[in-house]
């Protein structure tokens, strides 16, 4: 499966975007798909993660509140809403997706397989 984050842009503090990841594969509900980002020098993180079917759903801790995965099969597309946007929120965020078939929500980046170019998100403070 292909994937394409888009959605990125300038923002300032407290203000929100939404992101898209949009899928190659028409079997797109086979695959749990993760939101994660990555800044200069710093690791990739995992920041929201969604289950095939989109009835599950977990967030690392600093995003609680503040970002949401949602996912539309029939469009092959998984969101991440973000509000409250903050500096340290810069960087460029990716989608990926687990191999097929593995729909549990996973917060380990190397369970994922497939993973789209990124989106720059900047947030100016």
């Known amino acids: 499966v292909q994937l394409q984050a888009s959605g990125g842009g300038l923002v300032q503090a407290g203000g929100s975007l939404r992101l898209s990841c949009a899928a190659s594969?028409?079997?797109?509900?086979?695959?749990?798909i993760g939101w994660f980002r990555q800044a200069p020098g710093k690791e990739r993180e995992l920041l929201a993660a969604?289950?095939?079917?989109?009835?599950?759903?977990k967030y690392t801790d600093f995003v609680k509140g503040r970002f949401t995965i949602s996912r539309d099969n029939a469009k092959n597309a998984v969101y991440l809403q973000m509000i409250g946007l903050k500096p340290e929120d810069t960087a460029v965020y990716y989608c990926?997706?687990?191999?097929?078939?593995?729909?549990?929500?996973?917060?380990?980046?190397?369970?994922?397989?497939?993973w789209g170019q990124g989106t720059q998100v900047t947030v100016s403070s």
């Open positions: 990926a997706a687990r191999a097929r078939n593995l729909c549990a929500v996973s917060v380990v980046v190397s369970t994922y397989d497939y």
């Open positions: 594969d028409p079997n797109f509900s086979y695959y749990g």
């Open positions: 969604i289950s095939c079917g989109g009835g599950s759903t």
